[in-house]
């Protein structure tokens, strides 16, 4: 057995190194279900709620859905060069992310299995963990050893959480409240990040969207000087006014000091299996 994911509240989803999938009721002793997906190991399995779907990718390079409900294979992708080694859902599941062995983020879009849409490289090494911090934002872990967080359409690098030295980041696991990243590696450590500047940033932007649309609606409203002269003045000088109470956004910090001040606890290889 190489992995294990959640497929519901008395299912569990097992690989293994052959390449099967097999579902498990707790309340039974066999599993219901076995499926010979790939043709090597699975590496990697995520949920789709909203589908009730099990995406898994394997060493074979290929990405695969599995319909829950329906019991069968949905789709499956063209092998890639590269073996897969990660997967997560963003974009409210229209997105998967595929991470590989070349360092290379495929994207797929959701019912087109086929073959990726997109392509974000950049890693330097094998992305052997991968997990969503929200529906824009993936957390990356490589085989350098450095935790990298990620923003998809736009991609783009937003900052870089920590790292084991050089040894390969195995497994990434998020705190319900997503405010602690633990993560861990070959040095046989467990770490715990805490991600508090990140959220920060998040509500950051989303003050920033609000102020601008705030300030679209004024220059739309201000933008008609027919208009602007049939109001009464009370009304010209609402709509002047109209986003001014917003907070504005703080100063962006650099990418460089973004997660300065973050906070990293280290704990023995005896805490690894809870991840």
């Excluded at 599941?93 to 991470?99: F, L, N, Q, V, Y």
């Excluded at 993560?183 to 601008?212: G, I, P, R, Y």
Aim: charge should be negative; glycine fraction near 8%.
């Amino acid at each position: 057995m190489t992995r294990l994911c959640a497929a519901g509240p008395d299912l569990l989803a097992s690989g293994d190194d052959v390449g099967k999938v097999c579902i498990w009721d707790e309340r039974q002793k066999a599993a219901c279900s076995s499926h010979a997906v790939h043709s090597e190991f699975v590496s990697d399995m995520a949920k789709h709620p909203r589908e009730q779907c099990l995406v898994s990718v394997s060493g074979d390079g290929t990405l695969a859905v599995l319909d829950l409900r329906k019991n069968k294979l949905r789709g499956k992708s063209e092998p890639d060069e590269d073996e897969m080694g990660s997967v997560a859902l963003v974009r409210h599941g229209s997105k998967i992310i595929a991470g590989s062995q070349d360092g290379v983020l495929s994207i797929f879009s959701w019912g087109f299995f086929n073959d990726c849409s997109d392509r974000f490289p950049g890693h330097p090494a094998s992305i052997d963990a991968l997990i969503s911090y929200d529906e824009d934002i993936v957390i990356t872990g490589a085989s350098d050893g450095i935790i990298r967080i990620l923003n998809i359409l736009p991609n783009k690098l937003v900052g870089i959480v920590g790292s084991h030295d050089d040894y390969p980041v195995e497994r990434l696991s998020l705190s319900s409240d997503a405010l602690t990243l633990a993560s861990a590696s070959h040095d046989d450590t467990v770490k715990l990040w805490d991600l508090t500047a990140l959220q920060d940033e998040s509500e950051e932007e989303e003050d920033v969207k609000e102020v601008e649309s705030g300030q679209a609606a004024v220059g739309k409203d201000t933008s008609s000087e027919d208009e602007a002269e049939a109001a009464p003045r009370s009304q010209k000088i609402h709509k002047a006014e109209r986003g001014a109470h917003k907070i504005p956004s703080r100063p962006k910090s650099q990418a460089a000091d973004f997660f300065a001040d973050l906070i990293v606890t280290q704990h023995s290889s005896e805490l690894a299996a809870g991840i």
